[in-house]
Every structure is written in structure tokens, then in C-alpha cells.
């Protein structure tokens, strides 16, 4: 199949797949503070994401490149990005890499938003050179390298040899005078997953947990005999960032992504130890149904909702989301007990 007919397939299947996974959010919940002692315009929502410092958490994340179509979208995002202050990412660039007139659907990124922060994206397989091209070709500032295993075993044209990904992703780190980060696309990253990176020396990672677009079934949706079974694959959202707190490397910078669909959604990641959190599924719904005027309403609102969270917490800073006690119900609470999570010490941090 023509890899810009994927693209679109991808796309049109994501949209029309609205059914969200479980992403484990729902099972946390904060202690209230009745007598916070502090006023809402105080508050601050700056984070640090490795070397970088945002003027949000909110991180718009991969999506979409590769098609003549995908532009507008990209471009859309890249307005987005700029009006508010937000790093972004670009889809995978490997499309582009293999045809130069896709290049467009990336380049615009930068084009439109000449001094943001953005995150070039390639696959694991890729090499040294496919990596720094990718860089330049959008004059990135970071590399996101992404790994999606289920996705390319269920995909009908997608690979099925992930032999040495580690080793090139050590590589690309090594070589590459950009820093690098690995996210997962939405199936949850383990513990031991991220003790493998952080060995080989990479110090940001997006978990990419269930919860958002599941490209399980999306590919089913283009398979002509789906495997349904597996649409259900891989660690909540929550439970992956609860994975990630076993190591509790300070070295490590995390970012969250999955199934986020508020502000409160935002601030539960930042209290279990994301830096920044990605949102991608419900951007691209707005870039796709609504105005550049409406897509910055919605932005604006979930700040709100993350410095509603953090005024009522009493918080003005947050990174102070960290030191506060949570509580974790429900099958969340199931999993993290049966990994051996410390629950209690967490709600009475």
C-alpha cells in the first residue's frame, strides 16, 4: 500500500475509533485541601522536560506527516503550538525520508513556528543518518524515537523483525548532538523496558500508556482478517507512570501520554512523576472539526483546569504536584499491589 494512503487510513480510523481505552486516571484521586493559602493567579505552570525548560506541561505529541493532506494538520498544530507556547512533536518522518515530496507535511512545522521547541520522530529501526536528517529537516531541537511493536505486528505491511532496537537507539543517542527521547505509541512502557533505556543512557522518556488512540485496533480496521484479541494490549497510563516511579531515577525525565482528556488529567500525571504530558487524540479531532480560534479555547481551558487543580491543592509551582499524597483505587490499585507499588507511602507522601 502507498505509504501516504496509510497515513490517510491511520487518520481516518483514529477519528472514527472515539471509544476510549481504560487509561487508569479515574482510579487516582487527590487529598482536598480545604485551606490552601494561596491565590490562583500565583500560580505558575512552567516544567522542565530534561534540558528544556516549557512554559507548559501540555506537550503536543506525534500525530501525523507523510501526506500531502497531513499538511494542514501539521500546520494547524504548529499555529497551535506557537499562539500558546508549546513544544511539539511531528509524526514519524520515515515517510519522508524515503520520498522528498512528503517533506512538506513536516518542514511546514517549522515554518510556521520558527523558534518553538520541536521534537523530530523516527522509528527504532531507523539509522544514524535517517536520524539526523530528520533532525535537520525540521531544525529540531530533540529526537523522539518511537517504539510500537504491537502496532507493526498487526499492521498488514508492518515489520516483524525488532532485532537490536536497543542498540541503534543507542547509537542514534550517541551520534546525534540533539537530545533523544523514546515514547511508546499507546501500548505502556515497563519498568524494565525503562531500566534498559536509562542504561544505555537515555534520560527522557515518553510512556505512551492505553488509554488514547489504540493502534491495536486501528490496524485490525484496515487487516482483512483482524485479530481483535489484542486490541486490549499493554499498560494503562497510569500504570505505566507508576512503573516508571519503581526506579525512581532522578535522572530520568518522563512525560505522559494516553487517553488525557483534561486538565485534572494533566495535573494526576504531574503528581505521579510526568515532567509533561502529551496530548495527541484530541487535538487532532479539533485541527479536524473545529477553527484555529476554537483548538486555542480548548487550550486555554485545560490551563485552567490544571491551575484550578493546583490553586485548590495549594500548589504554585508544578513540580510541587510530586509531593502530594494520592490515593489509587480501583484495578489500578489491583495491578500496583501485585507489581509491589508502594500505595500506601504514596497517599501519605
Known amino acids: 500500500m502507498d505509504r501516504s494512503q496509510r497515513k490517510m487510513d491511520h487518520i481516518q480510523h483514529a ?33 522542565d522536560l530534561g534540558p528544556f525548560r516549557l512554559t507548559s506541561p501540555i506537550f503536543i505529541n506525534a500525530m501525523t506527516g507523510g501526506a500531502a493532506a497531513t499538511t494542514e494538520i501539521n500546520q494547524k498544530l504548529a499555529i497551535i503550538a506557537k499562539e ?13 525520508l524515503r520520498d522528498p515530496t512528503a517533506r512538506e507535511s513536516y518542514t511546514i512545522v517549522r515554518k510556521e513556528n520558527p523558534h518553538g521547541i520541536l521534537f523530530a520522530n ?49 547509537r542514534i543517542k550517541n551520534k546525534l548532538s540533539v537530545p ?11 519498568a524494565d523496558t525503562i531500566q534498559k533505556l536509562v542504561d544505555i543512557g537515555i534520560q527522557m522518556i515518553d510512556v505512551g500508556g492505553r488509554g488514547g488512540t489504540n493502534f491495536a485496533k486501528v ?12 486490541d486490549d494490549w499493554g499498560l494503562s497510563t497510569v500504570e505505566s ?14 512525560m505522559a501520554t494516553g487517553g488525557v482528556r483534561h486538565g485534572l488529567d494533566v495535573a494526576k500525571a504531574l503528581s505521579l512523576g510526568a515532567e509533561a504530558v502529551g496530548i495527541a487524540g484530541a487535538l487532532l479531532r479539533l485541527v479536524k472539526t ?12 485545560w490551563h485552567h483546569e490544571i491551575r484550578i487543580a493546583m490553586t485548590s491543592l495549594g500548589i504554585a ?18 495491578y500496583a499491589r501485585l507489581r509491589g507499588i508502594d500505595l500506601v507511602g504514596l497517599a501519605q507522601r
Do not use: W
Not at 17 to 38: A, C, E, H, K, W
Open 15 to 47: 477519528l472514527s475509533t472515539n471509544d476510549l481505552q481504560r487509561n487508569g486516571f479515574d482510579d487516582v484521586r487527590f487529598i482536598p485541601n480545604s485551606l490552601p493559602n494561596i491565590h490562583y493567579g500565583n500560580t505558575l505552570l512552567v516544567t
Open 84 to 96: 500558546r507556547g508549546l513544544a511539539m512533536a511531528v509524526g514519524s518522518q520515515m515517510a519522508a
Open 122 to 170: 523516527i522509528g527504532a529501526e531507523a539509522t544514524v543518518e535517517q536520524a539526523q536528517a530528520a533532525v535537520e529537516m525540521i531544525e529540531a531541537n530533540a529526537l523522539q524515537i518511537h517504539l510500537n511493536v504491537m502496532q507493526e505486528l498487526l499492521m498488514p505491511e508492518g515489520d516483524r523483525d525488532f532485532s537490536g532496537y536497543l542498540e541503534k537507539i543507542q
Open 180 to 190: 533523544v527521547l523514546v515514547k511508546e505509541v499507546g501500548f505502556g512502557m515497563s
Open 219 to 230: 490496524e485490525n480496521l484496515r487487516r482483512s482478517q483482524p485479530l481483535p484479541m489484542f
Open 241 to 254: 507512570l507508576l512503573e516508571a516511579s519503581i526506579l525512581a531515577n532522578r535522572h530520568l525525565s518522563v
Open 290 to 301: 473545529g477553527t484555529i480560534d476554537e483548538c486555542l479555547q480548548a487550550v486555554d481551558a
Open 317 to 334: 509551582k508544578t513540580d510541587r504536584f510530586r509531593g502530594l499524597p494520592l490515593v489509587i483505587m480501583g484495578q489500578t490499585a489491583d
